[in-house]
């Protein structure tokens, strides 16, 4: 993972036994789900870092079933993450389906269940699913736009999907939405 690895030149195997050693001096210290949504949050750096076997590794150290649901929500997120990065489509729908049902359960307005389908949406984009990106970006757009960086975000991942499906006119929009925002710079480099 690059979370311990900048500190080892790039070792992955130093960095994970790194990381481990810092949950083993954790694991006395913190509660049990605290110390989960930790190894979450290694499992995302490694799936930035296209490490999806590390990632997998930090996630099978977490017990199931987990009654905690912003720990659930995690876990299938980094779990659909990897699966979608293989190519497992099947898998890939069942984990995302697990990571919006359990962020339904967490009290945020509605926030992480938004961010969870412009998270399918993209990777539907990728596996070359054009319909569901459609249908998740859909469901990913709040009712009102506030200019925040996660619907300037959105505007510019979902211009894309239109431009895939030929709607230049409705991708142009969404990019100049995207760049009005004050929060731009991000999703439009």
């Not at 949950?23 to 949504?37: G, M």
């Not at 079933?65 to 997120?77: E, K, N």
């Not at 709607?167 to 925002?181: I, T, Y």
Request: glycine share 6%.
């Amino acid at each position: 993972s690059d979370v311990c690895s900048s500190d080892l030149g790039g070792d992955r195997i130093a960095a994970n036994a790194s990381c481990h050693e810092a949950i083993e001096t954790l694991n006395s210290k913190l509660p049990p789900e605290k110390l989960d949504l930790f190894r979450t949050r290694l499992a995302f750096h490694c799936i930035a870092a296209l490490d999806g076997d590390s990632a997998l590794e930090f996630l099978n150290e977490i017990h199931e079933p987990i009654s905690d649901a912003r720990v659930a929500m995690h876990v299938c997120w980094n779990r659909f993450r990897v699966a979608a990065m293989r190519g497992e489509v099947d898998e890939w729908r069942k984990l995302g389906a697990r990571a919006l049902d359990s962020a339904a359960h967490i009290d945020d307005g509605g926030s992480w269940v938004r961010h969870l389908h412009c998270q399918i949406a993209l990777d539907a984009v990728g596996l070359g699913d054009v319909e569901a990106a459609r249908a998740h970006f859909r469901t990913a757009t709040p009712a009102t736009r506030e200019a925040t960086l996660q619907t300037a975000m959105l505007a510019a991942a979902s211009s894309f999907e239109h431009t895939l499906r030929g709607d230049f006119v409705n991708a142009e929009r969404l990019l100049r939405e995207a760049g009005s925002s004050a929060l731009q710079s991000y999703p439009i480099q």
